[in-house]
């Protein structure tokens, strides 16, 4: 914990893609230990801002900070080492491999035996992979993929395989996880289900989580504060009552449908 | 007539401008690279498959062209037709029966179904004919004038040309026509192209029948440089196909202009170093040239719309 | 604060063996029937022939690592076989033994691989391909065209490695030499899919962007599979030239490499079983019209018979292994439900 009280946040962060300006001058942050829902339309730049946090995109100017140290230039896997790990809005997965195999891909930030120990398969790396996989035995548990642990991941529904992502994210226990539209293509059920899961998660461990949401009973259910944005703009920063009743935010997010209400 | 005596005929004869004349060299090598590259990313286009018995369609074509006019005592042009069909035929056969039948999402798989044709051609026309080199007719090699001090024969001539107006019409084609259009709309999607009205099935055999044509073409004036036997057009084929995955198979220039490069570079490092020196200096430069190569040359966008 | 570690839950889908142990066993079965080749036939012909599969098929197993495993196509596994084997013939030369001979072509097949691949291994898995053909054109020159220490075009006769009393220019004791590296070097290259550098590779293949969102940093990962499979393959090819007796660039050309890339797919690309499997097919193809009295006939169907057998199996033998046992797996689960 540091004196912000963020464990990550951005001080005027600008991206362009050419001379597309995906995010401007935005300075938000992820209160350590919360869950912050990130909303706005399509194209508002919560992607962006992700792929800014994980280090997966290129940032013009302004800062991001973890735990309020500059991390802005350091690169992707080292950022996932330094235990900020996210998922995608399409989910990438190991297609043909098992359920298992993709979560322990996860397992990549535990301490981990040499290279040199694995390849010639000393009792290091035996030891390892039995602590690797009760980890991965918990976290599937958790999410409900116990049974599928030795299927294909390509014979999964397209529920389950997003649930294998936010697996695959949770099983290091990492300090800070983004998600990108975790629930996108589950039922009602399905949502409610990960929601809780990953408040489970989160009571456990304490963990920090930004998670990008379209779906604002889901976001309700899970985050304390919900970020709005739109057109690469930060919009607002509040509960989620306030986010979602506010003006603006209506606007942008209903257009019209918001004055015809009012 | 030896490979060796022809190279240095290019290089040597009475010409007083030996850069010129070397540069004259490789600009029709790397012109011919370009062309057998241009069929092979036709092929590419309609099937997203590396065929690597392309330059073996070639050497069918050139290589019975030259038994029928030596063995046969046809008269040349004749031959020549006849080894075009015969290379239009077998490009389509591999077409319809072999590359349209290789299944999706199995990288590589293109690559060895392809060896197995090209070892079957080249297996084929050995059998046929023999396993020897032999001097093929040298299609306007010894009618040459003097330019500038640079020795001009009008096989070099028929190369420049043909090339400008292969590549140039192949351009015009894609980009300006309506079957340009429809061809493009087939490669991204056949069935939609099909219910949008396009015959793909024709489309797809005007497209095996014209790199059938393309290779035929290119191997009988790389045979007509050199001489022709069952393996004569690998090194071609090798050069055009390393030109085509630097400059990118989906671009249409970009990998032309690589091509014509190599055969221009090649041609220097010859002139300069000797002539053993080509194949090692061609493959250091393309090995220096990716290395150091920016990253925004190399890799596909890099795109995480997560 | 982390998750506790807990003991594995004895679910029932826990305790059952992961399908991943199947291809394990075929392996086994695979390598037990190729040493069981010069037994049945027991000539010295076929034991030469058995040695040969097992030089070739540790190159294969390399190269397996490499493409099947890491999803990098390499067109110079045959050029690295020729790394090997001209690094011992060298070491060799200069009358060392076995043992330095083997630390050299180690040695040899990884310094080379680390200057091939460390400034190239950022390219996209196609141009990495055409790098690696540039290289293996440039080896196969550098061979033709250094004679007084290889022996140029000529080629050169080989020394028969002499380990504890077993000389290999004798088929048999050349078979159990090839044999005692050709199971430790399995064994490695099974191991690897049960470790996490194995599973990091994978993701290379799959998902370069899921590997980076982990944590995984790509080009070391890269190196080490390009290190492996030039090793696995600079071992295979001296333990070739040791079979033989007589090493030649020819040997070692493009269509070596295309060669063995072939038998990785036709065996499989994703499996070690694969890679036995499709290196004894091409090798044993010619040897197989031999035996039917028709050596010509090689020639003109072996090409089409690997078109064919390509086209007819797209993933590879040890794919329709994985079919069968998939199929069981459903036939026994409706039974159990029945």
């Known amino acids: 914990m540091n004196a912000t009280g963020y464990a990550m946040r951005t001080d005027q962060l600008t991206v362009r893609y050419g001379s597309f300006t995906a995010l401007s001058e935005v300075s938000v942050g992820l209160r350590a230990g919360a869950i912050t829902g990130l909303i706005g339309p399509n194209g508002a730049g919560k992607t962006t801002l992700l792929n800014a946090l994980s280090g ?37 997965l190991l297609e043909r491999e098992s359920v298992l195999d993709n979560v322990l891909l ?58 294998v992502e936010v697996a695959r994210v949770l099983i290091s226990a990492p300090p800070v996880v983004l998600l990108d539209e975790p629930a996108a293509g ?19 461990t304490g963990l920090t989580m930004a998670v990008v949401e379209h779906d604002i009973d889901f976001v309700t259910r899970l985050c304390g504060s919900v970020i709005a944005m739109d057109s690469g703009s930060h919009v607002m920063t509040g509960t989620p009552q306030e986010v979602f009743s506010d003006a603006r935010v209506q606007i942008a997010y209903f257009g019209r449908a918001a004055n015809a209400h009012a | 007539m030896k490979s060796t005596n022809r190279k240095e005929r290019w290089i040597t004869v009475e010409s007083s401008n030996p850069f010129g004349q070397l540069i ?44 029928f006019w030596s063995s046969l005592g046809l008269p040349l042009p004749v031959a020549i037709g006849i080894g075009a069909i015969l290379a239009v035929v077998v490009n389509s056969a591999i077409g319809i029966i072999v590359i349209t039948k290789i299944p999706a999402g199995r990288p590589g798989l293109d690559l060895v179904v392809t060896l197995g044709i090209f070892l079957f051609l080249t297996a084929v026309m050995q059998l046929l004919i023999d396993a020897n080199a032999h001097a093929f007719p040298s299609l306007g090699g010894d009618k040459r004038t003097v330019l500038g001090g640079v020795v001009v024969n009008a096989n070099d001539v028929a190369i420049m040309v043909l090339g400008v107006f292969v590549i140039g019409g192949v351009y015009v084609l894609f980009s300006r026509t309506t079957l340009g259009m429809e061809l493009r709309a087939s490669a991204e999607n056949a069935d939609i192209a099909a219910s949008a009205g396009v015959n793909v099935r024709l489309l797809r055999l005007g497209t095996w029948t014209f ?6 073409l290119v191997a009988v004036l790389v045979a007509s440089r050199l001489s022709v036997d069952a393996f004569y057009m690998t090194p071609v084929l090798i050069k055009a196909f390393v030109a085509g995955m630097i400059g990118g198979m989906d671009r249409f220039f970009a990998p032309l202009v690589i091509a014509i490069g190599i055969g221009v570079y090649e041609a220097l490092a010859i002139f300069i170093w000797g002539s053993s020196a080509g194949t090692p200096a061609v493959f250091l430069l393309i090995i220096i040239a990716l290395a150091v190569m920016p990253k925004r040359f190399t890799a596909a966008r890099h795109e995480v719309r997560a | 604060m982390t998750t506790q570690i807990r003991q594995l839950p004895a679910t029932p889908s826990m305790m059952s063996p992961p399908p991943a142990r199947w291809p394990h066993l075929s392996t086994v079965v695979i390598v037990g029937l190729i040493a069981a080749v010069p037994l049945v ?47 011992g013939y060298l070491v060799a030369q200069s009358g060392l033994g076995p043992g330095i001979q083997l630390l050299a072509v180690i040695g040899a097949a990884s310094l080379v691989a680390l200057i091939v691949g460390l400034p190239t291994l950022r390219l996209s898995p196609l141009r990495l391909a055409i790098v690696t053909l540039a290289f293996g054109e440039l080896f196969n020159w550098l061979l033709i065209n250094s004679t007084e220490w290889t022996g140029g075009s000529q080629g050169a006769p080989v020394e028969p490695l002499i380990i504890f009393g077993f ?13 005692a590296f050709a199971v430790p070097l399995t064994l490695f290259a099974l ?148």
């Not at chain 3, 070739?56 to 999803?71: E, K, P, V």
């Not at chain 3, 000389?167 to 044999?179: E, G, H, I, N």
């Not at chain 3, 004894?280 to 193809?285: K, S, T």
């Open chain 1, 56 to 92: 997966f995109t290129d940032v013009h100017s302004g800062v991001v900070y973890l735990e309020e140290k500059d991390v802005t230039t350091l690169a992707a896997h080292r950022r996932a080492r330094a235990g900020v790990i996210r998922g995608f809005q399409t989910v990438r």
């Open chain 1, 106 to 163: 996860g397992a990549e930030r535990l301490h981990q035996p040499s290279d040199c120990s694995q390849i010639l398969g000393l009792p290091a790396h035996w030891k390892w992979r039995t602590v690797a996989r009760s980890k991965a035995a918990d976290v599937l548990e958790l999410l409900g993929l116990s049974s599928d642990s030795h299927r294909s991941v390509d014979s999964l529904p397209f529920a389950s395989r997003r649930l």
């Open chain 1, 186 to 204: 589950l039922d009602q059920r399905g949502r409610i289900e990960l929601a809780g899961a990953l408040v489970r998660v989160h009571e456990q």
């Open chain 2, 24 to 67: 004259l060299g490789g600009l029709t090598s790397g012109l011919l690279y370009a062309l057998l590259l241009l069929g092979f990313m036709v092929v590419f286009q309609v099937s997203k498959t590396v065929n690597f018995a392309f330059g073996q369609v070639g050497m069918v074509a050139a290589f019975s062209a030259w038994f």
């Open chain 2, 211 to 216: 790199a059938g044509l393309l290779a035929a």
């Open chain 3, 41 to 87: 036939f027991f000539g010295d012909y076929w034991m030469f022939v058995a040695a040969k599969i097992l030089a070739f098929g540790i190159a294969a197993m390399g190269l397996q690592i490499l493409y099947g495993r890491a999803g990098l196509m390499s067109l110079a596994q045959g050029a690295f076989m020729g790394v090997g084997a001209y690094a």
């Open chain 3, 167 to 179: 000389d290999t220019s004798y088929p048999l004791d050349a078979y159990l030499v090839a044999l």
């Open chain 3, 191 to 338: 191991n690897l899919g049960q470790t996490h550098l194995g599973r990091r590779m994978m993701a290379i293949r799959d998902s370069e962007m899921a590997a980076v969102s982990v944590g995984v940093f790509i080009p070391k990962t890269k190196i080490i599979a390009f290190v492996l499979s030039a090793v696995f393959g600079g071992i295979g090819g001296w333990l070739y030239s040791a079979t033989t007796g007589f090493i030649a660039p020819p040997d070692f050309d493009l269509f070596a490499s295309v060669f063995l890339l072939a038998a990785v797919v036709i065996g499989g690309s994703r499996s070690v079983a694969g890679a036995w499997m499709g290196t004894a097919f091409i090798v044993l193809l010619p040897e197989g019209f031999n035996l039917i009295g028709q050596p010509n006939l090689y020639a003109l169907a072996g090409g089409l018979l690997l078109a064919t057998t390509a086209l007819l199996l797209p993933d590879g033998f040890s794919g329709v292994f994985a079919h069968i046992k998939s199929l069981i797996t459903r036939m026994r689960a409706q039974e159990d439900r029945a």
